[in-house]
């Protein structure tokens, strides 16, 4: 069983940064797509991005057009972490954040194929 642990939510003004980190533990997660959804209140979830293992320790990025631009998404040496830094947020960006784990590749941006999620860490961005 793999368990997820986001940290890093918080509040900050239109214009910051965030950096939202995610640890998993239970499994080795080298080959796994570890990505981000969000929820905005009253909207359902929805994909940020997420990483395919392209080999060795090197992982593909792919991101929604929303997010494109501002959000990195990166995995740390071990590829059982993944991290979304955020720039340039407004208050569009706020939700519920994440991380989520799936087995396949290329990694998907549908939520039901992602088989573990976290319990989500809140960010808000004030106008």
């Known amino acids: 069983q793999v368990q997820l642990v986001e940290s890093g939510g918080g509040l900050v003004q239109a214009g910051g940064s965030l950096r939202l980190s995610c640890a998993a533990s239970g499994r080795a997660l080298t080959s796994y797509a570890m990505g981000w959804f969000r929820q905005a209140p009253r909207k359902a979830r929805e994909f940020v991005a997420t990483?395919?293992?392209?080999?060795?320790?090197?992982?593909?990025?792919d991101y929604a057009g929303s997010v494109k631009g501002r959000f990195t998404i990166f995995r740390d040496n071990a590829g059982n972490a993944v991290h979304l830094q955020m720039n340039s947020l407004n208050p569009e960006d706020t939700a519920v954040y994440y991380c989520?784990?799936?087995?396949?590749?290329?990694?998907?941006?549908?939520?039901?194929?992602?088989?573990?999620w976290g319990q989500g860490t809140q960010v808000t961005v004030s106008s």
């Open positions: 990483t395919t293992w392209s080999g060795g320790r090197t992982y593909r990025a």
């Open positions: 989520a784990v799936d087995s396949r590749s290329p990694a998907s941006n549908r939520e039901n194929d992602y088989m573990y």
